[in-house]
């Protein structure tokens, strides 16, 4: 009644009330490129009034699992999601995702890394647009090695890594030879692992499907890896994911860390690292088998079919994986802190090249990263570090929890392995594997 009155009362004051803006919510992992990105969100915010940010930044294994919930049950919370090259084709054939239609006339899909975009189209139409992208690599510390009198290969084997690794460990002094990922999860300790399994000959599945979980192979890759933390790692290595093993790196506790190569804008970052100035990279390992133990990999933002704001949800992802947000960066943080491995154009500027010495690594790591032959054997499956079916989020997740729990010293590789290759197994045959 009173709304009757007022209106009555003023035919035409609809017109000057506010519009009622959209609220994008945006969920993301807590790495150091997103961080920055919500930063530097204002100018989003600015360029398109009448939309707002809401932001849900959680630890990997979170994210994944809260995206994945949603996305499922079609829940709809989130407008943006960061997802990554394994879901993307799998989420985009069962309808979850939009296709990225209305990315703007000056968006530039062609200058986008041709292996990036690949992992990313489905059906000749881009489902998630990549906010940056990896591989793997060695990153060591280049005093600690010369003290110890050696030079890291551009091309290291994992005998040379362990050797290094002895030499640099001082444990008196809280300086560990190598750190690597520990923590369980299919993208946390399994994205290292099956890398480097990759390189020693191993593979999750025969021709037939079949695990391979208790092969020599992966008995060997997961003895070596191990060995070289039990031996030469910091204590608690079984916790540690990206983000720990960074730290410690940064804080002058590890000589060598095999991850991710967008760390390299931070370790080499002297605001952030205490070594910044005694940082070496490198290939990441082989076994002499002719594959390395590099992954491929892409941070992605993508729209959920079941936003109802689609639409706006678009421009956020346009805005925050073009070249001009490039631009924001190099001139808000400096153009070594830009997202690295997603377009041509970043690595055709010399300046970027000179102030990025990981840069170079990056490229090449990426540029050689094959997920459509990932393993010295032939096998039925796609991906690297990942195998590109929908099961293996939930065996992979598994299996890492058996593994960390080797780490830990809770149980023998032998047994650990047999875990996993009883659960595996279990899990593929409910699936209905072999598929004919």
């Known amino acids: 009644m009173l709304n009757k009155i007022v209106m009555a009362m003023c035919a035409t004051c609809v017109l000057s009330l506010p519009v009622i803006g959209k609220t994008l919510t945006i969920a993301t992992v807590n790495n150091g490129d997103m961080v920055i990105m919500k930063e530097l969100s204002s100018d989003f915010t600015k360029k398109n009034p009448g939309i707002e940010l809401e932001w849900v930044t959680l630890e990997e294994n979170i994210l994944r699992q809260r995206v994945t919930t949603d996305v499922a049950t079609k829940g709809g919370q989130y407008d943006v999601m960061t997802i990554g090259t394994y879901e993307v084709p799998i989420w985009a054939k069962r309808g979850w995702l939009n296709p990225l239609d209305k990315l703007g006339e000056n968006y530039d899909l062609d200058d986008l890394l041709p292996a990036v975009r690949d992992g990313l189209t489905v059906n000749g139409q881009l489902h998630a647009a990549p906010f940056y992208a990896e591989s793997s ?12 009198g050696m030079t890291m290969p551009t091309e290291p084997t994992w005998d040379f890594i362990e050797k290094a690794a002895k030499a640099m460990t001082d444990k008196a002094n809280n300086v560990y030879g190598i750190c690597l990922r520990g923590k369980a999860g ?8 099956t890398a480097m399994s990759n390189s020693f000959g191993a593979k999750w599945f025969d021709e037939r499907w079949d695990p391979q979980l208790d092969s020599q192979a992966w008995h060997d890759t997961v003895e070596y890896y191990v060995s070289l933390l039990q031996n030469y790692g910091p204590p608690g290595s079984s916790s540690n994911g990206f983000n720990e093993n960074l730290a410690l790196f940064q804080t002058g506790k ?8 967008v760390a390299g804008a931070f370790v080499t970052n002297a605001q952030d690292s205490e070594v910044a100035d005694s940082v070496g990279f490198a290939l990441a390992p082989n076994k002499g088998l002719g594959k390395r133990g590099n992954w491929l990999w892409a941070w992605s933002l993508a729209v959920p079919a079941s936003s109802k704001k689609s639409d706006e949800a678009m421009k956020f992802v346009s805005w925050a994986t073009s070249k001009e947000y490039l631009a924001l960066v190099a001139e808000a943080k400096g153009i070594s802190k830009v997202p690295p ?51 293996f989020q939930g065996i992979g997740t598994a299996v890492g929890r058996q593994l960390s729990g080797v780490l830990a010293g809770q149980m023998t590789v032998k047994e650990g392995l047999a875990r ?17």
């Not at 590890?254 to 190569?261: K, N, P, V």
């Open 420 to 436: 996993s290759q009883k659960l595996v197994k279990r899990s593929m045959r409910k699936a209905g594997y072999p598929k004919k």
């Open 137 to 148: 690599m060695v990153i060591y510390r280049t005093d600690l090695l010369a003290k110890a």
């Open 186 to 193: 299919w993208g946390e300790n399994m994205a290292l692992l």
């Open 341 to 391: 491995g997603t377009r041509k154009s970043l690595y055709a500027n010399p300046a970027y090249m000179a102030a990025s010495p990981f840069a170079q690594i990056t490229l090449d790591s990426i540029n050689a990263a094959d997920p459509n032959n990932p393993t010295v054997d032939p096998v039925p499956y796609v991906g690297i570090q990942f195998v590109a079916i929908p099961e």
């Open 254 to 261: 590890c000589g060598i860390w095999i991850d991710a190569t």
